[in-house]
């Protein structure tokens, strides 16, 4: 995974899932923390969160575990969604810092 | 309180939810859906907002059970299931109720409508050709056909929707 996680470009809903999961949440603690975090900007849809929760489950970047509540079903990141997650961090970070250098430049 | 029956067949589902909305903003709000048969219940205009989903699954399998937690959660109630259809609704005052946030996701949804419609399409065809293979009366295998010619045009009109989605996917992956 780590070797190919350099050339992988996340989605905003997949980036801000994965990155609520540093902590163990359910569904509806992912749909208001991404809420929170981008100020109401990014507001997962329903269908939108749950279809990627699956698809995240399946590929192995996220795993479910035993809630703390006991009935509700809580996700959480794994190893291998953590190094996809430092990796999309810093292909950001590139794109900012080139943004930065670049966006205007023809008119200084 | 009042109720009206109304009979209607859709094929398309965002016609059906738009009628379905225009229903509620008279104050009509849909209660219960089988087969072409709306139920209504008579309310304050634009109380709920509703929208229609096809499932990956069918509503009782475990699958769906966690996604129902969630729509729970959310506000939305599930008012009918119809084989992998749902109609819900979520109340108008606690804002705008999508069900698709992004270009991806609303891909994935129109495509296993475009998968549904194929499966028809195809087993109409099939049962076409065993009629006029066994020598059925013309009437029966005339109406098999009718039927495919139908859901040719859906398929083929729900085949331009996802190229229209795959477009406006390859330069950004959320619009208003």
Redesign the interface.
């Known amino acids: 995974m780590a070797q190919s996680a350099g050339s992988i470009a996340l989605?905003?809903?997949v980036y801000y899932i994965l990155l609520s999961l540093q902590i163990p949440r359910h569904?509806?603690g992912i749909?208001q923390f991404v809420q929170e975090l981008s100020h109401d900007r990014?507001?997962?849809?329903?269908?939108?969160?749950?279809?990627?929760l699956?698809s995240l489950v399946e590929k192995g970047w996220i795993e479910a575990v035993e809630g703390a509540s006991g009935r509700?079903?809580e996700y959480v990141i794994t190893i291998d969604g953590q190094s996809v997650l430092e990796a999309e961090l810093l292909r950001l970070e590139e794109l900012v810092a080139n943004g930065k250098q670049w966006i205007g430049a023809n008119r200084s | 309180m009042k109720t009206k029956t109304v009979y209607r067949v859709y094929v398309d589902y965002e016609k059906e939810e738009k009628w379905l909305n225009k229903m509620a903003a008279q104050g009509w709000f849909l209660e219960q859906f089988k087969l072409g048969r709306y139920e209504f219940r008579q309310g304050n205009p634009n109380e709920y907002t509703y929208r229609i989903?096809l499932l990956e699954e069918l509503p009782n399998s475990p699958?769906s059970d966690?996604?129902f937690?969630?729509?729970e959660?959310?506000g939305?109630t599930i008012v009918a299931t119809s084989y992998r259809w749902i109609y819900l609704k979520k109340r108008t005052e606690e804002g705008p109720f999508?069900?698709?946030?992004?270009i991806?996701?609303k891909i994935?949804?129109e495509k296993r409508i475009y998968q549904l419609y194929s499966f028809v399409l195809y087993l109409n065809l099939f049962v076409t050709f065993l009629n006029i293979a066994n020598d059925a009366v013309p009437f029966i295998w005339i109406l098999n056909f009718t039927v495919s010619v139908l859901f040719i045009v859906f398929v083929v009109k729900q085949y331009r929707k996802l190229v229209k989605l795959k477009e406006k996917r390859q330069l950004v992956?959320?619009d208003v």
């Open positions: 989605t905003e809903a569904g509806y749909m990014v507001q997962l849809a329903a269908g939108t969160l749950y279809g990627a699956s509700k079903k | 989903e699958k966690a996604y937690e969630l729509l959660e959310m939305i999508q069900l698709y946030s992004d991806d996701s994935r949804h992956e959320r």
